[in-house]
C-alpha cells in the first residue's frame, strides 16, 4: 500500500508539473497574440517605462560590476594558462566566445531573475492574494495585456541593452587588466577580439537575450498569478526562480552546441 | 439601459460544507437585491457568482439572456463592461493613487478625453468627500477612505449593474452619511441593476427592497 501511494504522489506530481508547464506556453501564447492583435499600440506605455526603469536601469550597475569581475577573471585564468600552453594567441577567441556569446546573456540573465524575475513574482503575486487581478478583470481589463505584457517587452528590451553593456564592461575590462598585469599593448590585443568576431556574434547574443528575457517574463509572471494566499508568495518566488534560471540553463548548452557549429561554418575558427 | 439577472440552481459547496443550493432568483433591470446572512454564509460567494467574478460550481448565471459560462468570451467582455464590483477587501491597484484607480476603467476604454475624465473623476471624489486623499496610495487610506474609493472607482464607468460587498464595512459615521443618499439614489435609479451583501441590512432597509437571507434556509 505504502509502495502505491509513493508512485500515485509521484505520479500526481509529475501531471501537477507538466500541467504548470503546458499553462506557461498557454501564458506565452497569450501575451504573444495581445502583443500581435495590438500590434504594440495596446501596451500600457507608463507600465512598460516602470518596468523598463525597474528591470534594465535599477540592474545596470550590479550588471557593470559582474560584467567588470568577469571579464577581469577570465583574461586572469587565460593568461595564466595560455602562455604555458603556447596559445596565446588565442587570447581574442577566448574572450569573444566565453565573453559575446556565452557569459553575457547568462550571467546578465541570472543577475535580472534574482532581481527582477522574483520581484515580478511578488508583485503579481500580492496583486492576486489583495484581488487586485480580480478588480481589473471585473473591469474588463485584460490582465495579460495590461501587467504580463509591458514586463515582457520591458524585460526583453532590458536584457539586450544590459548584455550590450556588460559586453563593453568585461571585454574592456579584461583587455585592460592584460595591460595592467602583464604590460600587454592595448591595440594588439584589441585588434584580436575584433579578428576572432564574427557577424553572426552580435545576433546571437541579442537572440539569446530575447530568448532568455521571454523565459523569465512568462516563467516570473505565470507563478506570481498562481499564488493563492500571502503564505504561497515565497514559494512561488523560489519556484520561479528555481525555474527560470533551469530553463535558461537547458536552453543555453544546446543553444551553444547549434551555434559553434553555425559559426565553423560561417569562417570562426 | 440596465440588464436582467438570472440565476439558474445555483450551488455552492466547499469540501463537504454546503454554502448554498437552489437558488433560483430574478433581479430584473433596474431592481434591487439585498444578500443578508451571518459572517460565513457564502453572501461574498453569491455576490461575486452574480458578478461574474467566480464561475458557478453548477447552475447558471444568466446576464441579459446571456448564461455566462457558455457565451463567448467577447460577449462577456461586453457585458463585464456595462458591470462593476466593490469587492469586500476594496482592491485597489496598490501602485495607483486614489484618483488614478477611480480613473483607471476609463482611461484604459478610452471613455472620453483626458479633461472629460479628469472631471468625472473629481466630481465623483468631491461627492464622496475625498478630494483631501485624492493623490494618495490606497496604503496611506483608512479602511473608510478605501471603501469609498472603491464605490468611487465602480461608479466612474456609469455602470448598468453594480454589485458592492459589504460597501458600508469600515465606514464611519459621516461617511455612513454620505454612502446613505448615494445608496438612495442607486436603488430609485432605474438604469442601474443592483445587488449589494451585507450583515448589516439594517441600513438598507427600505420598503419593496427585496432581500435574499441565506442564514437558516435560501428563500427561493
Request: charge should be neutral.
Amino acid at each position: 500500500m505504502r509502495g502505491n501511494s509513493l508512485i500515485l504522489n509521484l505520479g500526481r506530481g509529475m501531471i501537477g508539473k507538466f500541467e504548470s508547464y503546458h499553462s506557461m506556453v498557454g501564458l506565452f501564447y497569450d501575451t504573444l497574440i495581445s502583443l500581435i492583435r495590438g500590434k504594440g499600440r495596446s501596451v500600457p506605455l507608463k507600465q512598460l517605462t516602470n518596468q523598463i526603469l525597474f528591470i534594465g536601469v535599477d540592474s545596470l550597475i550590479i550588471n557593470l560590476v559582474i560584467g567588470l569581475l568577469a571579464g577581469i577573471a577570465i583574461s586572469y585564468v587565460s593568461f595564466e594558462n595560455m602562455d604555458n600552453l603556447g596559445v596565446s594567441n588565442q587570447f581574442g577567441i577566448l574572450m569573444v566566445y566565453s565573453i559575446i556569446c556565452e557569459m553575457a546573456p547568462l550571467l546578465t540573465a541570472v543577475v535580472v531573475v534574482g532581481r527582477s524575475g522574483s520581484a515580478l513574482t511578488t508583485f503579481l503575486g500580492n496583486m492576486k492574494v489583495c484581488r487586485e487581478i480580480d478588480a481589473l478583470e471585473s473591469m474588463a481589463i485584460d490582465v495579460v495585456e495590461y501587467l504580463v505584457l509591458p514586463a515582457f517587452i520591458g524585460m526583453i528590451l532590458s536584457l539586450i541593452a544590459l548584455n550590450f553593456y556588460f559586453n563593453i564592461v568585461a571585454l574592456v575590462g579584461g583587455v585592460f587588466f592584460a595591460k595592467i598585469t602583464k604590460g600587454i599593448s592595448f591595440a594588439i590585443y584589441s585588434s584580436q577580439i575584433l579578428d576572432a568576431m564574427v557577424w553572426s556574434d552580435i545576433p546571437f547574443t541579442i537572440f539569446k537575450s530575447i530568448l532568455y528575457g521571454i523565459i523569465i517574463a512568462v516563467v516570473s509572471s505565470y507563478h506570481g498569478l498562481v499564488v493563492t494566499s500571502f503564505r504561497i508568495v515565497p514559494r512561488a518566488v523560489y519556484r520561479s526562480v528555481v525555474t527560470s534560471i533551469s530553463a535558461i540553463l537547458l536552453i543555453s548548452i544546446p543553444l551553444s552546441v547549434v551555434y559553434h557549429v553555425v559559426r565553423s561554418t560561417l569562417g570562426g575558427y | 439601459m440596465s440588464f436582467e439577472v438570472r440565476l439558474a440552481d445555483i450551488r455552492c459547496q466547499y469540501g463537504t460544507q454546503i454554502l448554498f443550493e437552489k437558488i433560483n432568483v430574478t433581479i430584473p433591470a433596474g431592481g434591487a437585491k439585498i444578500i443578508t446572512g451571518k459572517s460565513g454564509s457564502g453572501k461574498s460567494t453569491l455576490l461575486e457568482t452574480i458578478a461574474g467574478v467566480l464561475p458557478a460550481q453548477s447552475g447558471s448565471v444568466i446576464w441579459d439572456d446571456h448564461d455566462l459560462a457558455t457565451a463567448p468570451r467577447v460577449v462577456v467582455a461586453g457585458l463585464e463592461l456595462r458591470s462593476a464590483v466593490v469587492f469586500q477587501q476594496h482592491a485597489l491597484i496598490s501602485y495607483l493613487p486614489l484618483f488614478e484607480n477611480i480613473a483607471l476603467p476609463l482611461r484604459h476604454h478610452r471613455r472620453g478625453t483626458k479633461a472629460e475624465i479628469d472631471e468625472k473623476v473629481s466630481s465623483l471624489i468631491g461627492r464622496l468627500q475625498l478630494h483631501r486623499v485624492a493623490w494618495n496610495l490606497p496604503e496611506s487610506l483608512s479602511e473608510g477612505q478605501r471603501r469609498l474609493g472603491s464605490i468611487a472607482r465602480a461608479l466612474a464607468i456609469s455602470p448598468e449593474m453594480i454589485c458592492m460587498d459589504e460597501p458600508t464595512y469600515g465606514l464611519d459615521d459621516e461617511q455612513r452619511k454620505l454612502f446613505q443618499p448615494l445608496f438612495e439614489e442607486l436603488v430609485a435609479d432605474e438604469s442601474m441593476t443592483v445587488v449589494i451583501a451585507t450583515d448589516d441590512p439594517k441600513i438598507f432597509s427600505r420598503e419593496g427592497l427585496s432581500i435574499l437571507n441565506l442564514n437558516p434556509k435560501v428563500e427561493l
